[in-house]
């Protein structure tokens, strides 16, 4: 994905509250809780594991597939609608956002 001039590329750790159903419903970013508005983007991207050079221990499961979630967020009722974007690495236990738009 290229930046554009409305895009600011973070790569930064964050918690996300998910439904019993695995759906997205908050975000917390640097220590704000940005509640999830419209309906998320669910998508799974394969990792160049053969660029990284890296073995996995048998039965860690699945280690190329990463996950993302585009999700629409607000603070408030009346702040400004923004689109994350939110990646989690294959075998990572934390999401990371990637992008504020």
Known sequence: MTATANETTLNARVD?????????????HD?????VTEEPVHWFERDAWWERRQTA???????????????????????????????RVPAAT??????IT
């Not at 996300?16 to 917390?28: C, E, I, N």
């Not at 220590?31 to 509640?35: K, N, S, T």
């Not at 860690?60 to 009346?78: A, H």
């Open 16 to 28: 996300v509250r998910f439904s019993p159903t695995g759906r997205p419903l908050a975000v917390r």
């Open 31 to 35: 220590g704000r809780l940005w509640v």
């Open 57 to 87: 221990p048998v039965g860690v499961g699945n280690i190329v597939d990463i996950e993302f979630w585009r999700v629409q967020v607000k603070l408030s009722s009346n702040s400004a609608l923004r689109t994350f974007l939110l990646r």
């Open 94 to 99: 934390w999401w990371t956002l990637e992008s």
